[in-house]
């Protein structure tokens, strides 16, 4: 039976994880949005509980970065009511076997999570973003496009890592974190506190 998925949102982050769906061999289910109305949204989430048997779906939580609490207290309130909140992972993603992937993650095409790597609850790694070896992502954490942590990064949880960025090899980045596109985060950056202000909040 094929596994069937609803959607935690309904913009433009919903749209591309209703892809991902079918991409994965799934079926998209509907959108549940708390603020939006359309015809492929089935209402918000105290609608949708009441109308439908959420046990019989999966629920893709599809909220970006813009409110990184927002979207954990989601990740907890579908937890807490005992439904599954599902991983998606394009089949075009190269994941290590020996790596660790956590619930809620959501990794699209051409992402790489190489060997002994960790990701935590709720990592969204996007199109070519690189975990590699050795490398812990903390839960809540977004990983742009072609994004890169180097062997043996330790990134805490609820950052994010914008287009191209790069965490050098054997770095430690502290919770929140907000790197910007094309940055690099190495040592130099840390003895920098102008960098740092730059990259980093």
């Known amino acids: 039976m094929k596994k069937k998925i609803i959607v935690y949102g309904a ?3 919903g749209y591309h994880i209703k892809n991902l769906i079918k991409e994965c061999g799934y079926e998209f289910s509907g959108f549940i949005s708390d603020i939006d109305e359309g015809d492929e949204i089935l209402g918000d989430y105290e609608m949708v509980k009441k109308s439908k048997d959420l046990n019989e ?15 954990w207290d989601v990740f907890q309130k579908i937890k807490n009511d005992n439904f599954i909140v599902a991983k998606l992972i394009h089949p075009k993603a190269i994941i290590n076997i020996e790596s660790k992937i956590g619930e809620g993650a959501v990794i699209f095409a051409g992402a790489v999570v190489d060997y002994n790597a960790v990701l935590g609850d709720m990592v969204l790694m996007y199109s070519g973003a690189i975990a590699s070896h050795d490398t812990f992502v903390g839960s809540n954490t977004i990983l742009s496009l072609n994004s890169t942590l180097c062997g043996m990064a330790h990134l805490e949880g609820f950052s994010f890592i914008g287009a191209g960025a790069v965490v050098v090899d054997n770095m430690s980045v502290p919770s929140m974190s907000f790197i910007k596109a094309g940055k690099v985060y190495s040592k130099k950056t840390l003895e920098n506190p102008e960098v740092i202000k730059y990259i980093a909040k």
């Open 11 to 13: 913009r433009v982050l």
């Open 57 to 71: 779906f999966e629920i893709a939580v599809a909220l970006g970065y813009s409110n990184f609490q927002n979207r």
